[in-house]
């Protein structure tokens, strides 16, 4: 007992002892925003992604590893707009650190930067898993990743602001390579434009804004809900006299429903990274567009 | 206003040209002749603007190309009503089919905690309703009232709590009335159990479930490995301590928790926990040789400890399709005191202490989305008790029929299904060996859990 005692007092002192680290300590809810940070933040940050691409963010664990890394943290990045609700506000309330409740400098929501799509103009939960506040998978369209970036490395410097300079210059040059990287896809994607799609939830939506797909149809009737038999039966009746180009799933999701459908209406399925860390290709922000759009190209051909 | 831009064009070309007519006379024919061709040629134009325009005002507005960065808003309405905390309810109930009375049910060997246990009454039961407020109060505080409605109309206070939110270092208070931190399963609140009841040792040592009135501290360490630790103090108004009639705390609670990842796909935490608690006339019910109910009552020092641990399986963390869940614990509690005998007439009391141990095992594996089967093994040892007044010969082992008894058990099982985050409905099934006559009860029960208004969020 005594060597267990002595172990811990151990552990205290060793835990109090830790040189104050500089870099900023960054929770990011998502590996995306984790990427997003990265970029911005260089050597002056160290990040850890909550999530992976692999997960539903909807419902996530407020498990203990997440509740250690909440109470250390100097700020916490998230999408907001309910994306979390399952699950940060425990973390947060859990880690006893005062520096990131919701309204302080330590807590950032990227949805408060953005003019949200799909805006319900009922709140009924009959209806789904809808969010009052709009669809808060934003990260599929560059052009909101440029209006968090700014507000990220606003508020960056707002913790830190003895690395103004260097995160102001480190913004600059990713809003540049973003900008021309903008461009490209654009310009690669035009013939994406006006292609008709069917997705599984609706977590595309701002992909479909950002390129002008045409979603026709959802594997899930409503958001969260999984299709019944007859509902994928009127969807193949639907969609058979003018199918899809192509059936959309992230690599989270169960492929069972869309490839079902694809085998009755012989539109292809394409797997989307998602999120950064999705799959091989998709490493950063720029990964996961370029294969994205890759994969969404290739089925044209 | 943009109607008027393209007429305004031609009225505004005819007062440059105007001075143009003064030029010789010769050249008013040709000045007129280009005038005409200009008119006609902005006649034309102004006639297609207007086309245009009439279309545009037709057809919706079209989207913004891309979303527009807005400025940070607070999305919160205004009003009286905007500082309104969340609420939410849950509703609950059940079908239950027993074997045997749910009346006589009782845990063999342990003293009768008075508490809710057991499967419950027969037949369709409403069960607590629960209703939740909760928001922050100022930028230091925040608080949650938890009220269970009873099938029985009574309303009940579960939790009334404050808590801090701006303590330094990892420090978190809390106090009012909250679930004791004690274990894995004592915080957590009846709809997010994963079987319609509790464990039989938190039937048998708590009466279901621990409420401190009182003061909780916790300390998160800075750490990667999660490593909590927490003190309470409580007034012990709660089986198995009493109020007592003084100044100062009763119901000192220790715990410790730790716990991390193993890889992407598990997780786990391990605890313990330890309360010191005193218990003065604390009463139960019994029968005396002759059958008829007598009250006997203990006073004296009564120590709970129990080791917790849970682990979470989900391939790659994904919740959502699949996620196996393995959780256990070990209590133990040591009494020691005075156990009096039918304290309301003979009164005989002498030294008892007793050394009681219990533990459950359970797995529920949701096997693909929305489903789970769960299976829960419950066992607890009567342990040794030492009654003086039945070792020294002045009264039989058979004057305190409630403190005789086998080793109880049970094993239940279960199937949920949960058509979304907010509904639940489940069959449980127990072969129920409780009681001290050894015959075994057979208890079938459906439940049926809704959740509606705030989102709730569960902890691990």
Not at chain 1, 70 to 79: K, N, Q
Not at chain 1, 211 to 231: F, N, R
Not at chain 2, 203 to 221: D, E, I, M, S, T
Not at chain 2, 291 to 317: A, C
């Amino acid at each position: 007992m005594s060597s267990f005692v002595r172990s811990i007092v151990m552990l205290l002192i060793l835990a109090a002892a830790l040189p104050a680290n500089a870099a900023l300590k960054v929770l990011a809810t998502t590996s995306d925003w984790g990427a997003l940070v990265t970029e911005l933040g260089g050597d002056k940050v160290n990040v850890y992604n909550a999530t992976s691409a692999l997960q539903d963010v909807h419902r996530v664990d407020a498990k203990p590893s997440l509740v250690a890394r909440a109470r250390t943290a100097d700020l916490v990045v998230a999408t907001g707009a309910e994306l979390e609700i399952g699950w940060l506000p425990v973390l947060i309330q859990e880690s006893g650190n005062s520096h990131i409740q919701p309204g302080s400098p330590g807590y950032f929501e990227a949805a408060s930067q953005l003019q949200l799509l799909e805006k319900p103009t009922r709140l009924d939960r009959s209806l789904g898993d809808i969010h009052a506040q709009g669809n808060p998978h934003v990260q599929l369209d560059p052009h909101n990743i440029t209006a968090v970036a700014k507000a990220i490395t606003e508020r960056l410097s707002t913790l830190d602001p003895s690395q103004a300079q260097y995160y102001a210059q480190r913004g600059k040059d990713f809003d540049t390579r973003w900008q021309a990287a903008i461009q490209r896809w654009e310009a690669k994607a035009a013939p994406l434009k006006g292609a008709q799609i069917v997705v599984m939830h609706r977590d595309q939506v701002y992909l479909c804004h950002w390129l002008g797909l045409q979603e026709i149809a959802a594997i899930e009737p409503k958001p969260g809900v999984p299709p019944t038999a007859g509902y994928l039966g009127e969807l193949v009746t639907k969609l058979t006299a003018t199918p899809p180009r192509m059936i959309l799933l992230n690599g989270y999701n169960d492929p069972k429903a869309a490839e079902w459908l694809s085998d009755r209406i012989h539109s292809p399925v394409v797997t989307l990274p998602f999120s950064v860390g999705g799959d091989a290709e998709a490493k950063d922000l720029f990964g996961l567009f370029d294969d994205t759009l890759n994969k969404l190209l290739a089925v044209l051909k | 206003m943009t109607s008027f831009r393209p007429m305004a064009a031609p009225l505004a070309l005819s007062c440059m040209l105007l001075p143009a007519l003064s030029h010789a006379a010769d050249d008013v024919a040709t000045l007129r002749a280009e005038l005409q061709a200009l008119k006609s040629e902005y006649n034309d134009r102004v006639t297609a603007l207007e086309a245009r325009i009439t279309q545009l005002e037709s057809e919706p507005a079209p989207a913004p190309a891309t979303p527009v960065p807005a400025a940070p808003v607070a999305s919160a309405s205004s009003g009286a009503s905007a500082f309104n905390p969340a609420v939410s309810v849950i509703l609950g109930g059940t079908y239950t089919d027993t074997s045997r009375d749910p009346h006589d049910w009782h845990i063999g060997g342990f003293i009768p905690s008075g508490g809710d246990v057991g499967p419950g009454d027969r037949s369709f039961n409403l069960g607590e309703s629960e209703l939740t407020l909760s928001s922050n109060v100022d930028p230091y505080f925040y608080a949650n009232l938890t009220a269970a409605i009873t099938g029985d109309n009574e309303i009940e206070v579960e939790e009334a709590f404050f808590r801090t939110l701006a303590l330094p270092s990892g420090f978190t208070a809390k106090g009012g009335r909250f679930f004791s931190g004690f274990g894995y399963l004592n915080e957590v609140h009846a709809h997010a159990w994963d079987f319609v009841d509790q464990p039989l040792i938190y039937q048998a040592f708590f009466g279901g479930q621990y409420k401190q009135n009182g003061l909780q501290v916790k300390w998160l360490a800075p750490t990667d490995l999660f490593l909590e630790f927490g003190a309470e103090a409580g007034n012990g108004d709660g089986f198995p301590a009493t109020r007592l009639e003084r100044n100062g705390m009763n119901g000192e609670t220790l715990f410790a928790h730790v716990g991390g990842d193993v890889g992407d796909s598990t997780s786990w935490r391990l605890g313990a926990s330890w309360m010191d608690q005193r218990a003065e006339d604390r009463s139960y019910e019994d029968l005396n040789e002759f059958g008829q109910p007598v009250i006997n009552s203990f006073t004296g020092k009564t120590t709970t400890w129990v080791v917790d641990g849970v682990l979470k399986w989900s391939p790659h963390g994904n919740v959502t399709r699949q996620q196996l869940k393995l959780q256990g614990e070990y209590m133990h509690r040591s009494e020691d005191g005075q156990l009096t005998y039918d304290a309301n007439s003979l009164a005989l009391s002498d030294a008892y202490s007793s050394d009681q141990s219990g533990w459950y095992v359970q797995g529920v594996f949701q096997f693909m989305p929305r489903w789970r089967i769960g299976m829960r093994y419950d066992s607890l040892d009567t342990g040794t008790s030492h009654i003086a007044l039945v070792t020294s010969g002045l009264l039989s082992p058979e004057a305190f029929p409630a403190l005789l008894g086998v080793d109880p058990e049970r094993v239940s099982v279960m199937l949920d299904w949960n058509p979304s985050e907010f509904s639940r409905l489940r069959l449980q099934y127990d072969w129920d060996d409780a009681r001290a006559d050894g015959d075994n009860d057979r208890a079938l029960r459906l439940q049926y859990l809704y959740g509606i208004g705030a989102h709730g969020a569960h902890k691990y």
